[in-house]
Every structure is written in C-alpha cells, then in structure tokens.
C-alpha cells in the first residue's frame, strides 16, 4: 500500500479522495478505464478511494471474481471503501419482500466485503457506507414497474445509523456519506436513484457531511444541494463500462478538501487517461 499522505487532515495540506463507480465487470465492462483509474490512483495522493456500487452486471460469480481482483488493487493502493449497487443484488430472492433476504448480496459479501455498510476511518476522512441496492424491498420498490430491480431504497433507520456514525467523526475530518444510487435527478436520464428522493435530500442535509458520493445514473455531477436542513455537495461518479450516455467519455471524480473548502471535480477519459474536466464545484465549510 502507498504510504499515506503525510498531515492528512483537512487543514494546510489539502485530503484526497479518488471517487469510481460502476465498473460492471461483464460485458460492458471495459478494461482500458478501470486500468486508467488504476493509474491515475498509484500516480498521485489520495487518502483513499471510493468505489460506489455495480462492480457486477448480474450478480454472476465469474463477474465478483474479476471485481475483486480490480478491488484488490484499488486496495493496494489507498484504503477503500466500497457499497453494493443494484447489479450486484441477487434481487430474486426476496421479490416484493418475499424470499430470503439474507440472500440478495451473499456473493457481494462474499467476494467485495462482508460489511454492506462499512464506516472507514483515515487521518483527515470519515467515510460511512449506506446499502441503498434494496432489490425489491418495500423501501426501494415503487408503484411503477419500470422501477422494479433498479430504484434504490433507504429506511428511516439507516439514515438515522449514518447521521449518527458521521457526527462522530474527528473534527476537520472531511466526512463523506456513500450509496450507490443517485440523489440527484440525472440531468440526461431524467430518473432520480432513490425513492422518496425528496425525504432522503433532507435527511442527508441535516447530517454532519460534506460530500455525498453515488454512482449508478453513468453521469458526472458535481453539485451542491441547498435544504433548508442544510446542505452539501453531490460526487456523483460517471461509469467505467461502456455504458457512458450519449457517446459522451468515461468519468471519475476528485475530492480534495482543505480546513476551509471542499471541491469534486470530474476527470473524463481521453487517450488513455483521465484528464481534469468537464466541471468542478466547490463548497466551504464553514
Ligand atoms: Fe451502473
Ligand atoms: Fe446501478
């Protein structure tokens, strides 16, 4: 593992987190991205790295395995911390609720992490990990089926564990919250990630964060998110398979926080590279 950056705390010297997702090893999988992202993560800095969510395509075991290899080598590199998405749920069996749910990410906890909702903790970064890939869970599934299988879901308490888990993190700590679905409407699918997505921007607001990271909707973004409850700012990390939308390039995202500002900026692919661009947002953090 490289040796971490030295005075890691969100003060003179700024923290680094590299935010990927969406890899889905498979056949959109696209080796040439993840290597870039690998490239880019041994070349520089970073405190550590997230990966939110669709290692797999469909939860097949040939496709785990080849995620953990990748997950290994992230590892290798910074520590990380990863969550399910909706391609690595075995969403069959608990239909509707019905089944056993125990099973919907047995092979995620079996080759990714057997923690679903992990809090890691580095000098300078506190991250916490919600499980919002539900299946068809009554928290994720809604009246339209279209949505069935894809839409993400959170409960009351699982919002109440990260609130709590991020408020006690070190003071300066750049906190970050983690989930695979996307809090933010996609401004090319048009498609909000979560449920109730109006409750879950208030909740998130009212926590102790600076950045919420997500992946699943394949585009960029790197917003803030005013509510009254407060605010934060969206990384929300493009996809490393071929399924970018409209043609546009491959993307991931940069955190760097200082004591009195936090940016997400998004590298897109070019040549072999992730290069910075096309946005950048920054937020203090006062
Ligand atoms: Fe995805
Ligand atoms: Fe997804």
Sequence with gaps: MAEPAKGATAGAVPVRVLHVSDIHCGHPFVAAHVAAALAMAAASRFNAIVISGDFAQRARIHEFERAREILARFRAIAPTIEVPGNHDTAWWSAPFGWGNADRLHE?????INPVLEPVVRV??????????AA??????????????RVKGGLTIAQFGWAARELAASPVGDLRLLVMH?????????????????????????????????????????????????GRFIVSGANTLSNRMRKRRPSALNVIEATATHVTVRAWAYHDGAFVPGPMSTTLDRG
């Design 181 to 229: 679905h996307n809090v933010v409407r996609g401004h090319l699918s048009q498609r909000w990630g979560l449920k109730q997505p109006d409750v879950a921007l208030d909740r998130i607001a009212a926590m102790s964060v600076d950045v919420v990271c997500t992946g699943h909707d394949h585009e960029e973004r790197t917003d803030v998110v005013q509510r009254t409850t």
């Design 135 to 148: 299946g068809m869970l009554p928290q994720a599934v809604t009246s339209y089926p279209r949505d069935w």
């Design 123 to 132: 000098p300078g970064v506190s991250m916490v990990g919600l499980n919002s």
């Design 107 to 111: 092979r995620y906890r079996q080759y």
